[in-house]
């Protein structure tokens, strides 16, 4: 499974971001898929995630009710709606598909992932 992750950018404090993780079609259909981000120096962490047909999804603490996560199964995409934007968001943002269909928030139970978009919130 290839993913494709993209959107990023720079955005001023409290402005808002979409990103996308796509993947080949027929691909993670059946996969719950993920999104994580890293900043040099730190350990990944979990953002957001979500169940292989949309229904069922979760946050970290941090982004709640500020990130929404959601897929077009369609156009074999999920994307990242980023509202609310602080300087503590930057990070470069990766996408991947879990092993199973419902997810997690261990990293470890993602097995696919793409190359990250990098994500600059300025104060």
């Known amino acids: 499974v290839q993913l494709q992750a993209s959107g990023g950018g720079l955005v001023q404090a409290g402005g808002s971001l979409r990103l996308s993780c796509a993947a080949p079609?027929?691909?993670?259909?059946?996969?719950?898929v993920g999104w994580f981000r890293q900043v040099p120096g730190k350990e990944g962490e979990f953002v957001a995630g979500?169940?292989?047909?949309?229904?069922?999804?979760f946050y970290a603490d941090a982004v709640k009710g500020r990130f929404t996560i959601s897929r077009d199964r369609a156009r074999n995409t999920v994307y990242l709606q980023m509202n609310s934007l602080k300087p503590e968001d930057t990070a470069v943002y990766s996408c991947?598909?879990?092993?199973?269909?419902?997810?997690?928030?261990?990293?470890?139970?993602?097995?696919?992932w793409g190359q990250g978009t990098q994500v600059t919130v300025s104060s």
């Open positions: 979500i169940s292989w047909n949309g229904g069922s999804t």
């Open positions: 991947a598909a879990s092993r199973s269909s419902y997810g997690s928030r261990d990293k470890g139970s993602y097995a696919y």
């Open positions: 079609r027929g691909t993670f259909s059946n996969n719950a």
